[in-house]
Nanobody
Framework: QVQLVESGGGLVQTGGSLRLLCAAS????????MGWFRQAPGKEREFVAA????????YYTDSVKGRFTISRDNAKNTVYLQMNNLKPEDTAIYYC?????????????????WGQGTQVTVSS
């Protein structure tokens, strides 16, 4: 069992930066594939970025490539999402997700564990 808690969201102007954190409980975090998703008002939850258990492989949705970076520190049981050059269309609740295993995971229903979300608002 893994519990996930996101933090780091907030209000930022267009072009600004934020770093989201996802703190995980549990001894087997280093064996989990992790991902970030987001959900804007009135829209479905969508994939943002994913990382394998050891950080060797990352994957991004096209709209954030070159602006967002996912990383992890297994010693701290934490996954990060560095978001640069933020745009108003990045405004959403951002969720951290995890699943035991060694593959890169991009689909919502591939993940077993979810955090409660953190709000990111980008003003124009």
């Amino acid at each position: 069992q893994v519990q996930l808690v996101e933090s780091g969201g907030g209000l930022v102007q267009t072009g600004g930066s934020l770093r989201l954190l996802c703190a995980a409980s549990g001894r087997t975090f280093s064996s989990y594939g992790m991902g970030w998703f987001r959900q804007a008002p009135g829209k479905e939850r969508e994939f943002v970025a994913a990382i394998t258990w050891n950080g060797a492989i990352t994957y991004y949705t096209d709209s954030v490539k070159g602006r967002f970076t996912i990383s992890r520190d297994n010693a701290k049981n934490t996954v990060y999402l560095q978001m640069n050059n933020l745009k108003p269309e990045d405004t959403a609740i951002y969720y951290c997700a995890g699943r035991y295993g060694y593959n890169i995971l991009v689909m919502i229903d591939e993940y077993d564990y979810w955090g409660q979300g953190t709000q990111v608002t980008v003003s124009s």
